[in-house]
């Protein structure tokens, strides 16, 4: 057992004994504390020591601390963002991992109790409570730093009318009041959505009805009548305005029972009433699932509706593809499970459910309208997937152990993981609800047996807080993503090749507004670009060396291009010597670098938390990457 007592002085005690801070002024007193989970799971007996990281604004600060060491940790700054502990276990394995929620921890009052999850490395704990009901395939959605969870079926095969709320902060399960009006029939067919300001947003089903559920209060607001829709998918479209789109008329004994609709209505969240018409769907489909792509070169937010079920007169892989102001158009050689990679690509993989197993897999560029092969995934059915923090991601489900399949973009392959001896999974999930948390955890429920058990996944500790990645392509666990399959190409080397203007690769894990890219390469055709602030395929900043020309700084917006600055003029590269390029963001000045040489300078204007990487300029730019860091 251990406790942090944190904030700007901060000390770590183990065991819990709490003693007097002496530095002068009495700092606010802030306990980190691990959330007591069944059978001590994420709590190794022979741990040996423990590493504790703050994550800041300007980078991290790891402290490594004895088992009965009392530690005055000063210099942990008010911009901390996230603390993650690591406990050894000996031979400098890690016996357990756990990441906070974000925070604001200059802002905590004294005596406030941080809660942390720990849990094996890519392994599994159970919940500390049980759910209130057994349920079978639950509706859920982030809810503020928690989750809402709705209906499912019960073990008779009846939909569930009941909801209940997840608190990561005690890792248990409390239940929800729910209106006769929306929950009287159930909530087979219902659409959930989490909005941008942590409330949920359910939809349709039984029931043609919106209700706002509130996550600071965890109540239900009132049920206010709209257009009939079942089995739909909902996405919220910023702040206040939210689209529902597909589906079908009614539900009847828990399935579709009436006309298949292809229109979408927008609804806005403050004032719910009948809405606008929104985008015609080229598909009336069922059960489709919603991924943002962002804001591409045309300046508009794009959106995928794939997966789920379409009428058999239409092609199984298709998906829709639609911004809200009403263009819509058609994707193709899209496979059944699919799941959000940086950059905005998609992969996707798998069969139908009842389907034979296939090992076909596809990764859609944002901006393409057919999905390309990659890598075959693995002979599975039954499998859900989840993107995780560090850019990977993990599928659950259809492997009868409890083995978690993961891919990884870097190297276009999928690996089955086991999880560690001492952290049990749940072996044999069918179709199991997934979703990731506000600490980066997956929350685990079971798709083929109503059961009141739910377990929490742990990956990597690299997040958008994260200090400082480098990726080595091929030798580190950390991530490289190409969202455009066609210019990266794997063998000896890792080059990306660029047909256009640019072929990107964007680090996993952290989500910075400033900080630095540095990447080592050759050079092998054109020129070399580094990428900053990527809020979306067509929004980001990036520093180009192109040979012959000048070194310049670009901003792209949604298809319009500003040179902000010209530098010096870039020599040739040979293309069997590395280079280092480097971009750094200081409040509003970027300032890019060859080989430690500024090449050019300028204010950026207003930046934001996004992605950083690597391109390949063009048309017919060649670069080999041989090492990627980004850090604060």
């Given at each position: ?300 937010p794009w959106y995928v509706l794939a997966g789920g079920t379409a009428p058999p007169t239409h092609d199984p892989t298709g998906a829709d593809r639609i911004s809200p102001d009403g263009d819509v158009e058609t994707i193709t050689g899209m496979n059944a499970q699919i799941a959000a990679l940086d950059g905005g690509a998609l992969i996707t993989a798998f069969a139908p459910d009842g389907d034979l197993p296939v090992q076909q897999a596809s990764m859609l560029a944002p901006g393409a309208k057919t999905a390309r092969a990659t890598a075959l995934a693995p002979l599975l059915s039954g499998m859900r ?12 489900g259809g492997e009868p152990n409890d083995d978690v399949v993961i891919y990884d973009p870097t190297i276009d392959r999928w690996q089955l993981l086991a999880p560690p001896a001492e952290s049990k999974g749940p072996s044999g999930l069918v179709a199991p609800t997934l979703l990731r948390l506000a600490d980066g955890t997956v929350l685990v429920f079971d798709g083929g047996a109503a059961t009141q058990i739910v377990h929490l996944y742990r990956p990597t500790l690299v997040g958008p807080a994260a200090g400082s990645t480098t990726v080595a392509p091929g030798g580190t666990p950390t991530v490289l ?152």
């Amino acid at each position: 057992m251990w406790t942090v007592i944190a904030r700007r002085a901060l000390v770590l005690l183990l065991p819990v004994v709490v003693q007097a801070i002496g530095c002068g002024d009495t700092p606010a007193r802030v306990t980190l504390d691990p959330v007591p989970l069944p059978a001590s799971c994420g709590r190794p007996k022979n741990a040996t020591g423990i590493r504790l990281t703050a994550y800041t604004a300007t980078g991290e600060i790891t402290r490594a601390v004895g088992l009965t060491e009392v530690v005055d940790l000063a210099d942990f700054p008010a911009s901390t963002e996230q603390f993650g502990v690591e406990v050894a276990v000996g031979g400098g394995a890690i016996g357990a991992i756990g990441k906070t929620a974000p925070l604001a921890f200059g802002d905590l009052e004294d005596k406030t109790v941080i809660p942390i999850v720990m849990a094996p490395p890519n392994g599994y704990c159970e919940t500390a409570g049980f759910l209130t009901v057994a349920r079978q395939a639950p509706l859920v959605a982030r809810a503020g730093a928690g989750a809402l969870i709705v209906g499912g079926k019960a073990a008779d095969g009846t939909w569930l009318p009941s909801a209940e709320y997840y608190d990561p902060a005690t890792a248990t399960f409390t239940p929800v009041a729910v209106s006769s009006v929306l929950g009287a029939s159930g909530f087979a067919g219902t659409s959930l959505v989490t909005l941008p300001d942590g409330r949920v947003a359910i939809s349709g089903g039984p029931r043609s009805v919106i209700t706002i559920f509130d996550p600071v209060t965890r109540t239900l607001g009132e049920s206010v009548l709209v257009d009939s829709r079942a089995f739909h998918t909902s996405i919220a479209l910023g702040d206040d305005r939210l689209l529902l789109a597909g589906g079908c008329v009614e539900v009847a004994n828990g399935t579709c029972n009436g006309f298949l609709l292809n229109s979408s209505q927008v609804y806005d969240t403050k004032k719910i009433d009948a809405g606008q018409v929104g985008p015609v769907l080229r598909v009336a489909r069922i059960g489709a699932s919603p991924f943002s792509l962002g804001i591409l070169d045309d300046g508009k937010p794009w959106y995928v509706l794939a997966g789920g079920t379409a009428p058999p007169t239409h092609d199984p892989t298709g998906a829709d593809r639609i911004s809200p102001d009403g263009d819509v158009e058609t994707i193709t050689g899209m496979n059944a499970q699919i799941a959000a990679l940086d950059g905005g690509a998609l992969i996707t993989a798998f069969a139908p459910d009842g389907d034979l197993p296939v090992q076909q897999a596809s990764m859609l560029a944002p901006g393409a309208k057919t999905a390309r092969a990659t890598a075959l995934a693995p002979l599975l059915s039954g499998m859900r997937l989840a993107p995780l923090e560090d850019g990977r991601v993990a599928g659950f489900g259809g492997e009868p152990n409890d083995d978690v399949v993961i891919y990884d973009p870097t190297i276009d392959r999928w690996q089955l993981l086991a999880p560690p001896a001492e952290s049990k999974g749940p072996s044999g999930l069918v179709a199991p609800t997934l979703l990731r948390l506000a600490d980066g955890t997956v929350l685990v429920f079971d798709g083929g047996a109503a059961t009141q058990i739910v377990h929490l996944y742990r990956p990597t500790l690299v997040g958008p807080a994260a200090g400082s990645t480098t990726v080595a392509p091929g030798g580190t666990p950390t991530v490289l993503t190409a969202p455009d399959p066609d210019t990266v190409q794997r063998g000896l080397t890792w080059d990306l090749v660029s047909p256009g203007d640019l072929a990107r690769a964007l680090v996993g894990g952290p989500r910075i507004a400033t900080g630095s890219v540095r990447a080592t390469v050759r050079v092998r055709l054109a020129g070399v670009a580094l990428i900053a602030d990527q809020v979306g395929p067509g929004k980001f900043l990036v520093g180009e060396l192109a040979e012959g020309a000048k070194a310049r700084i670009v901003r792209h917006d949604g298809g319009t291009t500003r040179i902000l600055c010209s530098g010096k003029d870039v020599a040739a590269f040979d293309p069997n010597v590395a280079v280092t390029a480097r971009l750094e963001l200081s409040g509003t000045t970027a300032k890019l670098f060859r080989d430690d040489v500024e090449v050019a300078s300028c204010d950026v204007g207003q930046v934001e938390r996004g992605s950083w990487g690597v391109a390949a300029l063009g048309p017919g730019g060649r670069v080999t990457v041989d090492t990627v860091t980004v850090a604060r």
